[in-house]
């Protein structure tokens, strides 16, 4: 994830040397909230995807990347 902070509400992923397959991204915040839910078909060995989040409250962020073989991986970010 970068930049980390987020700025502008924008959410930029890569994805290297995954499995191909649709994989879930939700972003969700302090409070528990989803504050957006994307979709990502990795079908190469590089692969980038943009979350645009408009009007994105400062603070703390949970970053949910579920794998198509149903393993999920939580980062952490932050936005100004």
């Known amino acids: 994830i970068y930049?980390?902070?987020i700025q502008e509400g924008n959410i930029n992923l890569?994805?290297?040397?995954q499995p191909k397959g649709t994989y879930s991204i939700k972003?969700?915040?302090n409070a528990g909230q989803t504050?957006?839910?994307?979709?990502?078909?990795i079908t190469?060995?590089?692969?980038?995807?943009?979350?645009?989040i408009?009007?994105?409250?400062?603070?703390k962020y949970q970053v949910i990347i579920s794998?198509?073989?149903g393993e999920k991986n939580t980062l952490s970010v932050v936005a100004k």
Do not use: M
């Open 44 to 52: 190469s060995n590089k692969v980038r995807k943009n979350i645009k």
């Open 3 to 5: 930049p980390n902070p």
């Open 67 to 69: 794998k198509a073989n």
């Open 54 to 59: 408009n009007n994105l409250a400062a603070g």
């Open 14 to 17: 890569h994805f290297n040397n």
């Open 27 to 29: 972003v969700i915040s």
């Open 35 to 41: 504050v957006a839910l994307e979709q990502v078909q």
